[in-house]
């Protein structure tokens, strides 16, 4: 490899530096490495990335993870707006499981983000900028928790290249997007705006795929929780409804009769006595 093409970078404390790079029309950035990792996001315009020798096209919301000693250049077809996170390897051995840092530091990648994703990775970049202006400590503490979470997104994203469908992938990022957020407030109309389409679309596809509607589906893994909750704890049961996600007593009732046939505090007493308490709403 060329030392002649190795660019040097300076990180404060944290070991994380984000930073906005602008390329006019026609701007080449020449083709260099260096010894930290980049994740590239694009804001606007539109260009190409060479990645170690292989061309991408490089636009709004694509992603680019640039690794180590990967030699790299950027021409800009249009004005370019690009978010830069360079973060640096001594940072990612002391934050970062073995197992993480080994998938990402085997070559670079081209990310184009889907609508979720997107909407996922956004709020974690703005939360990193506001964190790295405001320089205290506990912005220091959590620049390094914000970064896992964007490389754990675009991971999730790269292990969907397996699916097909479209409405396959669509369908298992609502079922994960549904058992991370559970306990939030979900309606048909925030979720199918986090995927950017119609609520009656969005509940064929996934009841096609999981015989049940993102709504049901929700309230069987609230109920679940519960029940886990109820079983292994001592919590009074209006601690266990707003943990789960229920904004009144007489909703949470409701739906766990539903489900499971008995209330709350009879599956609790029963269940003390009973061998198997192992079902799980299905």
Known sequence: MDKNLYRRFDFPETGINLYESKHLRGKFVAEHYHDHFQILYALEGE????????????????????????????????????LVLAFSVPLLNITLQNELLSLIQKSARHFELDLYTASEIRPLIRKMLYEQKNGDLFGKLSMPVYLIEIIIHLLRQQNFSFVQDANDIRSIQMKEYIERHYFN????????????????????????KFNDTPLQYLQKVRINHAKEL??????DIVSICFEVGYETLSTFYRTFRNL????????????????????TVS
């Open 260 to 279: 499971v046939g008995i209330s709350p505090n009879k599956f609790r007493l029963s269940s003390q006595s009973a061998s198997d308490v192992s079902d």
């Open 47 to 82: 260009g190409e990335i060479t990645l170690d020798g292989k061309a991408y096209n490089f636009s709004k919301d694509k992603v680019v993870l640039i690794t180590p000693n990967c030699v790299h250049s950027i021409i800009a077809t249009t004005k370019m707006t690009v």
């Open 230 to 235: 109820l079983l292994q704890s001592d919590q």
């Open 185 to 208: 407030n979900i309606t048909a109309e925030s979720l199918s705006a986090v995927f950017g389409i119609s609520t009656r679309y969005m509940n064929d596809i996934f009841k096609r």
